[in-house]
């Protein structure tokens, strides 16, 4: 049988076994502390002094809940897209800062190819419009627009031209999702 003492919030409560009373002022009191302060300071010191014990369970939780893993992802990433362009365009940067030969070389061939595409009897005023209607398109709608070639320039099996036939205009999302492949040409073809 536990004895009832009043506690210093005036309070008379049964004690655990440390002495600590368990009145209900104490309990809120001590949930606002653990809550609001202490854990989060806590638990910060705890994973920085932690780090591979941490890094062992996120990879274990990862690898044990991968569908639920992408639904928390794709969730956060429908409710933050100003976020998650901000970060795409920083990690895009500090790749390209970290691997200036890789991200040289891929310039330098996408030069060269629009180069060695572009026959001498291209029509470059009419090229230089559909840049210029994306551009206005991208203005007007807030939607980044590209401009795409129907034959792609490096394709797998086939190369298009930097002609103005070749060209047509879709939102970046289309055109990245469409990448090298001429999926609507085969369509119309077939």
């Keep these: 049988m536990r004895i009832l003492i009043a506690c210093k919030r005036g309070n008379i409560s049964e ?15 001590r949930y606002s502390i ?3 302060h202490r854990p989060k300071e806590y638990q910060l010191n705890w994973q ?8 062992n369970y996120t990879e274990k939780w ?17 409710r933050n897209p100003d976020k998650v362009k901000t970060m795409s365009n920083k990690a895009g940067k500090k790749w390209a800062a970290n691997n200036k030969a ?45 401009v795409d070639h129907i034959i792609p320039l ?11 036939y070749n060209l047509q205009i879709l939102t970046r999302s289309k055109n ?3 990448q090298n492949k001429m999926e609507d040409l085969l ?3 077939s």
């Design 15 to 29: 004690r655990d076994k440390w002495g600590h009373c368990l009145c209900q002022d104490r309990k809120a009191y």
């Design 34 to 36: 653990h809550k609001e």
């Design 48 to 55: 920085r002094v932690n780090k591979d014990k941490v890094k």
């Design 62 to 78: 990862i690898s044990e809940n991968k569908e639920k893993r992408k639904n928390i992802v794709d969730s956060w990433r429908k």
């Design 102 to 146: 890789i991200r040289n070389a891929i310039t330098a061939k996408r030069r060269a190819t629009l180069l060695n595409q572009t026959p001498k009897w291209a029509d470059l005023e009419k090229t230089k419009q559909f840049y210029i209607e994306a551009a206005r398109l991208t203005k007007e709608t807030g939607i980044r627009h590209d």
């Design 154 to 164: 490096q394709g797998k099996n086939i190369s298009g031209l930097l002609v103005h």
């Design 176 to 178: 990245r999702s469409k």
């Design 187 to 189: 369509c119309a073809c």
